[in-house]
Protein backbone atom coordinates (compact mmCIF):
# COMPACT_ATOMS: atom_id res chain seq x y z
CA UNK A 1 0.00 0.00 0.00
CA UNK A 2 1.32 3.51 -0.77
CA UNK A 3 0.97 7.09 0.26
CA UNK A 4 0.55 10.20 -1.05
CA UNK A 5 0.34 13.00 1.11
CA UNK A 6 -0.23 17.15 0.36
CA UNK A 7 2.88 18.04 2.58
CA UNK A 8 6.37 17.18 2.49
CA UNK A 9 6.75 17.08 6.19
CA UNK A 10 4.82 13.49 6.01
CA UNK A 11 7.81 12.02 3.99
CA UNK A 12 8.82 10.28 7.65
CA UNK A 13 5.27 8.25 7.28
CA UNK A 14 6.09 5.08 5.65
CA UNK A 15 6.68 4.86 1.65
CA UNK A 16 5.07 8.06 -0.15
CA UNK A 17 4.72 7.57 -4.09
CA UNK A 18 5.71 11.02 -5.92
CA UNK A 19 6.86 11.65 -9.12
CA UNK A 20 10.48 10.39 -9.74
CA UNK A 21 12.39 9.95 -14.01
CA UNK A 22 12.50 6.29 -15.23
CA UNK A 23 10.09 5.04 -12.28
CA UNK A 24 8.65 2.18 -12.59
CA UNK A 25 6.29 2.63 -9.39
CA UNK A 26 2.50 4.45 -10.14
CA UNK A 27 2.37 8.03 -8.62
CA UNK A 28 -0.37 9.82 -6.75
CA UNK A 29 -1.20 13.45 -6.17
CA UNK A 30 -3.57 14.49 -3.91
CA UNK A 31 -5.61 17.46 -4.31
CA UNK A 32 -8.23 19.51 -2.23
CA UNK A 33 -10.81 20.61 -5.00
CA UNK A 34 -13.01 23.41 -2.21
CA UNK A 35 -14.31 24.51 -5.23
CA UNK A 36 -16.72 21.56 -5.88
CA UNK A 37 -19.77 21.69 -4.09
CA UNK A 38 -20.95 17.74 -3.10
CA UNK A 39 -23.36 15.86 -0.78
CA UNK A 40 -22.70 12.10 -1.48
CA UNK A 41 -21.53 11.08 1.91
CA UNK A 42 -23.17 11.09 5.55
CA UNK A 43 -21.07 11.38 8.73
CA UNK A 44 -23.98 8.96 10.56
CA UNK A 45 -24.05 5.60 9.91
CA UNK A 46 -20.89 5.30 7.40
CA UNK A 47 -23.66 5.98 4.64
CA UNK A 48 -23.30 6.73 1.15
CA UNK A 49 -26.41 9.51 1.37
CA UNK A 50 -27.15 13.07 1.06
CA UNK A 51 -27.49 14.80 4.40
CA UNK A 52 -27.83 18.31 3.55
CA UNK A 53 -24.03 18.81 4.37
CA UNK A 54 -21.46 19.78 1.49
CA UNK A 55 -19.16 16.78 1.51
CA UNK A 56 -15.14 17.51 1.47
CA UNK A 57 -14.13 16.82 -1.80
CA UNK A 58 -10.61 15.67 -2.89
CA UNK A 59 -8.98 14.37 -6.23
CA UNK A 60 -6.86 11.77 -6.58
CA UNK A 61 -4.66 12.10 -10.03
CA UNK A 62 -3.22 8.50 -10.76
CA UNK A 63 -0.39 7.61 -13.03
CA UNK A 64 0.72 3.89 -13.39
CA UNK A 65 3.79 3.46 -15.90
CA UNK A 66 3.53 0.91 -18.47
CA UNK A 67 6.69 -0.92 -17.08
CA UNK A 68 4.90 -0.94 -13.48
CA UNK A 69 3.49 -3.91 -14.26
CA UNK A 70 -0.17 -5.31 -14.62
CA UNK A 71 -2.14 -3.55 -11.97
CA UNK A 72 -5.76 -5.21 -12.17
CA UNK A 73 -7.67 -2.85 -9.33
CA UNK A 74 -7.73 -0.33 -7.22
CA UNK A 75 -9.25 -1.61 -4.47
CA UNK A 76 -9.05 0.02 -1.38
CA UNK A 77 -8.55 3.99 -0.71
CA UNK A 78 -8.37 5.83 3.00
CA UNK A 79 -7.84 9.35 3.29
CA UNK A 80 -6.10 10.60 6.66
CA UNK A 81 -6.19 13.39 8.00
CA UNK A 82 -3.74 15.14 10.86
CA UNK A 83 -4.52 17.43 13.47
CA UNK A 84 -7.30 16.10 14.80
CA UNK A 85 -6.88 12.76 13.85
CA UNK A 86 -9.42 11.97 10.93
CA UNK A 87 -9.90 8.49 8.66
CA UNK A 88 -12.26 8.05 6.29
CA UNK A 89 -12.40 4.68 3.77
CA UNK A 90 -13.63 2.03 1.44
CA UNK A 91 -14.55 0.05 3.53
CA UNK A 92 -16.24 -0.72 6.96
CA UNK A 93 -14.40 0.66 9.18
CA UNK A 94 -14.59 4.44 9.39
CA UNK A 95 -16.55 6.70 7.73
CA UNK A 96 -17.35 6.03 4.29
CA UNK A 97 -14.89 7.76 1.83
CA UNK A 98 -16.65 7.89 -1.58
CA UNK A 99 -14.99 7.11 -4.80
CA UNK A 100 -16.22 8.54 -8.13
CA UNK A 101 -14.83 8.91 -11.47
CA UNK A 102 -16.25 12.28 -11.99
CA UNK A 103 -16.83 15.24 -9.67
CA UNK A 104 -20.41 15.21 -10.47
CA UNK A 105 -20.81 11.20 -10.80
CA UNK A 106 -22.02 8.32 -9.20
CA UNK A 107 -20.32 6.62 -6.32
CA UNK A 108 -18.86 3.50 -7.42
CA UNK A 109 -19.10 2.04 -3.40
CA UNK A 110 -20.40 -0.99 -2.89
CA UNK A 111 -23.30 -1.05 -0.51
CA UNK A 112 -20.52 -2.11 1.90
CA UNK A 113 -18.42 1.07 1.18
CA UNK A 114 -15.53 -1.15 -0.74
CA UNK A 115 -14.58 -0.24 -3.91
CA UNK A 116 -13.36 -2.39 -7.06
CA UNK A 117 -11.98 -0.16 -9.77
CA UNK A 118 -10.81 -2.15 -12.62
CA UNK A 119 -7.65 -1.58 -15.11
CA UNK A 120 -6.52 1.38 -12.98
CA UNK A 121 -3.67 2.43 -15.40
CA UNK A 122 -6.69 3.71 -17.65
CA UNK A 123 -7.67 5.74 -15.07
CA UNK A 124 -6.59 9.68 -14.70
CA UNK A 125 -8.08 10.70 -11.57
CA UNK A 126 -10.84 10.01 -8.90
CA UNK A 127 -12.81 11.79 -7.16
CA UNK A 128 -12.95 11.39 -3.50
CA UNK A 129 -15.76 12.64 -0.95
CA UNK A 130 -15.68 12.55 2.75
CA UNK A 131 -18.06 13.82 5.04
CA UNK A 132 -17.34 17.08 6.83
CA UNK A 133 -17.24 16.59 10.78
CA UNK A 134 -16.19 19.77 11.63
CA UNK A 135 -12.98 19.29 12.51
CA UNK A 136 -11.08 19.83 8.77
CA UNK A 137 -9.43 23.62 9.12
CA UNK A 138 -7.20 25.16 6.17
CA UNK A 139 -4.07 23.93 7.89
CA UNK A 140 -4.75 20.10 8.04
CA UNK A 141 -2.55 17.79 6.42
CA UNK A 142 -4.23 14.71 4.05
CA UNK A 143 -2.73 12.31 3.01
CA UNK A 144 -4.07 8.74 0.89
CA UNK A 145 -3.28 5.28 0.84
CA UNK A 146 -4.20 3.63 -2.00
CA UNK A 147 -4.25 -0.49 -2.83
CA UNK A 148 -3.32 -1.74 -5.84
CA UNK A 149 -4.06 -5.48 -6.76
CA UNK A 150 -1.60 -6.90 -9.01
CA UNK A 151 -2.79 -10.73 -10.27
CA UNK A 152 0.09 -12.97 -10.28
CA UNK A 153 0.50 -15.35 -13.44
CA UNK A 154 -0.30 -18.63 -13.44
CA UNK A 155 2.05 -21.17 -13.26
CA UNK A 156 1.53 -23.63 -15.41
Known sequence: MGQVALDQ?????????????????????????????ADHVACVGKSAYAEGQSDLVLSLDIDIPEDAGPMTAITHIKLKRSHPVGINDTNDQNSLLGVSLQPDGPLLNHPNGRIQLRNPASIKRVWLFACTDGQDQPDNIYWAEVRLRRDMPQVI
Open 9 to 37: TWRKRRQIFRPTEDSKIPTMTLHREPGIV
